[in-house]
């Protein structure tokens, strides 16, 4: 049904899963200015979530615009990511129920941040494809929004997680979990390795987090 319509392109990837390379070949067929990764196990919740979004990812300053995400349960997925938390990079108010305030208000303004997931966020084509995507090679499932985001902001634009687009995030619905099997443990474990190895101790050293805050 999906083919049918006359403004979507349903694109075959006959290869193994490869978070990143997937989304890169999708790339090559976009014809819009923006970028929109949104991954199959996200559900819409407001409707003007994608207006939220455009508004910010239009500005000439921001690079990623992310998205405030709930578990199927109501309680926050996503609120933006802090690097540096459990020694690479995590969710901000993981766990926290789904209209709580955050830390200081956090999670009732919009902000800049060090990193949004890819699971729902908007970009530039241009910016994407200037800064030549996501890293295929070394972080294949894990980490690859949080690599891209911190090359965005090395290359001097600001990261942005806005709390006006709410959508829900069933986490892996369709792949598992890392940690459910040997190989993926295995995978995973290279993964942080590879993303500490390239980014070193910038990671412990988030700008957007307080240096007083513990990073457990």
């Known amino acids: 049904e999906l083919q049918q319509h006359p403004q979507i392109q349903v694109i075959q990837y006959d290869y193994p899963f490869n978070f990143a390379a997937l989304n890169n070949y999708a790339v090559r067929y976009a014809?819009?200015?923006?970028?929109?990764?949104?991954?199959?196990d996200i559900e819409?919740?407001?409707?003007?979530?994608?207006?939220?979004?455009?508004?910010?990812?239009c500005r000439p300053e921001i690079g990623v615009v992310g998205a405030k995400l709930l578990y199927s349960d109501g309680s926050i997925q996503h609120g933006g990511i802090i690097t540096g938390l459990?020694?690479?990079?995590?969710?901000?108010?993981?766990?926290?129920?789904?209209?709580?305030?955050?830390?200081?208000?956090?999670?009732?303004?919009?902000?800049t941040l060090s990193g949004v997931t890819a699971a729902c966020c908007l970009v530039r084509k241009t910016l994407f494809e200037q800064l030549k995507g996501f890293e295929e090679q070394g972080l294949a499932i894990a980490y690859n929004d949080v690599d891209f985001c911190l090359r965005v902001r090395a290359a001097g634009y600001r990261n942005v997680w806005t709390p006006y687009a709410v959508l829900y995030h069933h986490e892996s619905a369709t792949r598992g979990h890392?940690?459910?099997?040997?190989?993926?443990?295995?995978?995973?474990?290279?993964?942080?390795?590879?993303?500490?190895?390239r980014w070193g101790t910038a990671l412990l050293q988030d700008p957007y987090y307080n240096p007083n805050l513990s990073l457990d």
């Open 31 to 40: 014809h819009g200015d923006l970028l929109g990764f949104i991954n199959s």
């Open 44 to 57: 819409v919740i407001n409707d003007d979530w994608l207006n939220e979004m455009v508004v910010l990812a």
């Open 86 to 111: 459990g020694g690479y990079a995590a969710h901000a108010h993981r766990g926290l129920p789904g209209d709580h305030s955050g830390y200081i208000m956090r999670l009732k303004l919009p902000q």
């Open 178 to 197: 890392d940690e459910d099997q040997p190989e993926k443990r295995a995978r995973f474990a290279r993964e942080k390795a590879f993303l500490q190895q």
